[in-house]
């Protein structure tokens, strides 16, 4: 589904140059559930936006379903965010003078669907919401907040939800709550990718993908002993929190 080659992100900044992404190899396929994980600053906001189509590499390939990505223009990029991919953000992104239904129509309303309120509703179910639906994201907690990103995400029935430290600014319960939801997704037979800096989130996928100074260093499937072992040293040693980026 996901196909990066020699893929390299790189910043000018005054005279010297930041390799963002410096070298990407990486397959992804269909209903895979992926953690990309590595310090602030290692490249995985920018693999994220390049992957959902918000960004376009420097340099090298990048194929979605076979489709060249790299060679779009914008136009045809946003009808491919539009049509395929969910995105979810650590800060929710909602606007906040709309209800939740309203902000999880935004999709459909781009994508000029003419009828909005039943798939917007059906959405907000499917992340149990729906008693919610008028309320304004001030009236909602984070992680109600992050339910209503969820549910714009998934409106349109995306292949592939990407998410960009999507508990980051969470408590651990919440958190919880909110990956329960991504592998339900999974479950169904979405594509989902998480970048998230906390270990025991990580853990929680079929495969984790750790990078570093714009590379992958370590890309591994998790069977259960290696997750408990993940998640035990997760438990010992909390990882620092990062600040977002
Ligand atoms: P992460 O999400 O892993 O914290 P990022 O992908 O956000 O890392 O950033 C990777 C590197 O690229 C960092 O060194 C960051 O400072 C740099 N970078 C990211 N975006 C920009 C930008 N718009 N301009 C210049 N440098 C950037
Ligand atoms: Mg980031």
């Known amino acids: 589904m996901?196909?990066?080659?020699?893929?390299?992100?790189?910043?000018?900044?005054?005279?010297?140059?930041?390799?963002?992404?410096?070298?990407?190899?990486?397959?992804?396929?269909?209903?895979?559930?992926?953690?990309?994980?590595?310090?602030?600053?290692?490249?995985?906001?920018?693999?994220?936006?390049?992957?959902g189509c918000l960004d376009r590499p420097t340099s090298g390939e990048y194929l979605l379903d076979g489709a060249a990505v790299s060679k779009m223009n914008d136009r045809q990029l946003a009808v491919v965010r539009n049509r395929q991919i969910g995105f979810v953000f650590q800060t929710f992104n909602l606007i906040n003078r709309t209800s939740a239904v309203d902000n999880v129509a935004v999709p459909l309303i781009y994508g000029r669907k003419s009828s909005t309120k039943k798939?917007?509703?059906?959405?907000?179910?499917?992340?149990?919401?729906?008693?919610?639906?008028?309320?304004?994201?001030?009236?909602l907690s984070g992680g109600e907040r992050q339910r209503v990103a969820i549910a714009r995400a998934?409106?349109?029935?995306?292949?592939?939800?990407?998410?960009?430290?999507?508990?980051?600014?969470?408590?651990?319960?919440?958190?919880e709550q909110i990956m329960a939801i991504f592998h339900k997704l999974h479950a169904a037979g979405t594509t989902v990718i998480i970048v998230t800096h906390e270990m025991d989130v990580a853990a929680q996928a079929k495969r984790m993908i750790r990078m570093r100074?714009?590379?992958?260093?370590?890309?591994?499937?998790?069977?259960?002993?290696?997750?408990?072992?993940?998640?035990?040293?997760?438990?010992?040693?909390?990882?620092?929190?990062?600040?977002?980026?």
Do not use: C, W
């Open 154 to 175: 998934i409106v349109n029935d995306p292949k592939l939800i990407l998410a960009d430290e999507p508990t980051g600014n969470l408590d651990s319960h919440t958190g």
């Open 2 to 51: 996901i196909h990066l080659r020699r893929l390299q992100k790189l910043y000018k900044m005054g005279s010297s140059v930041v390799r963002a992404l410096d070298g990407v190899d990486l397959t992804i396929g269909a209903g895979e559930f992926v953690s990309l994980t590595g310090a602030s600053g290692s490249g995985k906001s920018t693999m994220m936006h390049i992957i």
């Open 119 to 139: 798939a917007s509703m059906a959405a907000l179910e499917r992340v149990g919401l729906a008693n919610r639906a008028s309320h304004k994201p001030s009236e």
């Open 213 to 245: 100074d714009g590379k992958i260093v370590t890309d591994e499937i998790l069977d259960e002993q290696r997750r408990s072992a993940l998640q035990a040293e997760a438990y010992i040693a909390p990882q620092p929190v990062a600040s977002p980026t």
